[in-house]
């Protein structure tokens, strides 16, 4: 599996967008990009996920870039409710789905 | 969307008790579910791989026989810490993904299970 690396904290004032980076130098041609978030004592909750193209939800927006070394997952108008870990992950279709988490980046909204 | 129900959320219970823990898809089917554990401050660990109508796949280093996993249909798994102690004392986290959708479709999870053996 290709292996990803993300800040481990950042800090984000609330009504701004917040940039979460994550690099995946080692991603193959057929790894997708998945983004999750880990809110306190709950389960991982589903953002988004991406092949190459650029992708949008109603959550957030997923940036890879062209060489899909690295990709940037965007939140528009953060809230004090995105305070979380998230976790960017890289998986093949092959792989049976197995999800292996890293340690991910703890993002504070602060007012 | 797509629900994902685990039951009990929380559970208290002595030593050298076993202790079953159910994870069932709710609006859709799932040949596969996941099993995670989660200690304080540390990220999700893949336990195993629950496979409907076969034996588990474990991850390296977790126990089988202490971890059983029984997956008896498309909606629900199940996962019994036999004889817990209080090392066992932690999160445990369901995890399935819709068979009926196309091949890269997300996981999805439930809320977890808090476990802690006295």
């Known amino acids: 599996d290709a292996k990803t690396t993300q800040p481990p904290s950042m800090d984000c004032a609330e009504g701004r967008a917040a940039n979460l980076p994550c690099n995946h130098s080692?991603?193959?041609?057929?790894?997708?990009v998945y983004w999750y978030r880990q809110i306190h004592s709950q389960g991982p909750q589903y953002i988004i996920h991406?092949?190459?193209n650029n992708e949008t939800n109603e959550m957030a927006s997923l940036i890879i870039t062209e060489d899909r070394k690295s990709s940037t997952l965007i939140l528009p108008h953060a809230t004090l409710r995105d305070t979380a870990v998230y976790y960017c992950?890289?998986?093949?279709?092959?792989?049976?789905?197995?999800?292996?988490f890293g340690q991910g980046t703890e993002l504070s909204v602060k007012p | 969307g797509a629900v994902v129900s685990q039951h009990p959320s929380w559970v208290i219970c002595k030593s050298g008790t076993s202790v079953k823990i159910e994870c069932r898809s709710l609006?859709?089917?799932?040949?596969?579910m996941f099993w995670y554990r989660q200690f304080p401050k540390q990220s999700l660990m893949l336990m195993a791989t629950?496979?409907?109508?076969?034996?588990?796949?474990?991850e390296q280093g977790v126990e089988k026989d202490k971890f059983l996993i029984n997956h008896a249909s498309l909606t629900l798994s199940t996962l019994t810490v036999t004889s817990a102690h209080p090392e066992d004392s932690s999160f445990y986290i369901c995890?399935?993904?819709?068979?009926?959708?196309?091949?890269?479709?997300?996981?999805?999870f439930g809320d977890g299970t808090r476990l802690s053996i006295l």
């Open positions: 995890s399935a993904r819709d068979d009926g959708r196309y091949s890269n479709q997300p996981q999805h």
């Open positions: 080692t991603i193959s041609g057929n790894e997708y």
């Open positions: 991406g092949l190459k």
């Open positions: 992950i890289v998986i093949s279709r092959n792989q049976g789905g197995k999800l292996i």
């Open positions: 609006d859709f089917q799932a040949t596969t």
């Open positions: 629950s496979n409907e109508g076969s034996k588990a796949t474990y």
